[in-house]
């Protein structure tokens, strides 16, 4: 059975030990002149993580704004242009302290996002993956279909994202840091991590630990 606390706590383990995947992710984040910025404009102004699946609902309340604040926000934060202004890391404020007339903008669209996510469907922390066949399974298969040039199929599995083995790691680096992308889970964690798998695993930290579900962030 799952246990979550002894999850973390190997993960605290695992964030103190210096390890090859350590030393590869602080190579990579040096590449790119410096740890890149995980938030994304739509996560900053909610003060919570949004989940791939949930930005279509976001996009909805960022519809429900006139054109003027749509200008209004896009001037201020630098995002003019892009072709979704809302699901990128590519901003920059122009000021620290948000301007009076920004602030009342952020707050109705906020509004507008609690509305259109409540019907958003929550992450599961599993992932549907294919396997080769057992062996008794290939016998039964070459039985039934004697004579005929078709190969066993693979197996059909659902993976527990939270069993595998980096699991508790990378819940320890997005816990410290803040920060994970897809990429970074597939580059860390090597080739078995498909980017189906590291999506998952990603939406399911992120749901776990925003302050929507009663975690830090």
């Excluded at 016998?139 to 279909?145: A, D, G, I, M």
Aim: aromatic share 10%; hydrophobic share 30%.
């Amino acid at each position: 059975m799952f246990n979550g606390s002894n999850a973390k706590e190997n993960g605290r383990k695992g964030g103190k030990a210096k390890t090859a995947i350590k030393r590869k992710t602080a190579r990579m984040n040096g590449k790119k002149g410096g740890r890149p910025r995980s938030q994304t404009l739509a996560e900053w102004l909610l003060g919570r993580t949004v989940a791939p699946q949930q930005y279509k609902y976001i996009k909805e309340a960022y519809d429900d704004l006139f054109v003027g604040e749509h200008q209004v926000l896009e001037k201020y934060f630098q995002t003019f242009g892009l072709k979704d202004p809302l699901n990128t890391t590519d901003w920059e404020a122009q000021s620290r302290r948000v301007p009076p007339d920004v602030s009342y903008i952020i707050e109705r669209f906020k509004v507008a996002a609690k509305h259109h996510l409540k019907e958003v469907p929550t992450p599961k922390p599993f992932v549907v993956e294919y396997e080769p066949p057992e062996p008794w399974q290939r016998v039964e298969w070459e039985r039934v279909h004697r004579g005929l040039s078709i190969p066993c199929p693979p197996r059909k599995v659902s993976v527990d994202v939270r069993r595998l083995t980096d699991f508790s790691f990378l819940e320890f680096i997005y816990e410290r840091d803040g920060e994970l992308t897809v990429e970074t889970i597939m580059e860390a964690c090597g080739s078995q991590w498909t980017e189906k798998r590291a999506q998952v695993v990603l939406d399911w930290i992120k749901y776990t630990h925003s302050t929507e579900h009663g975690r830090p962030k």
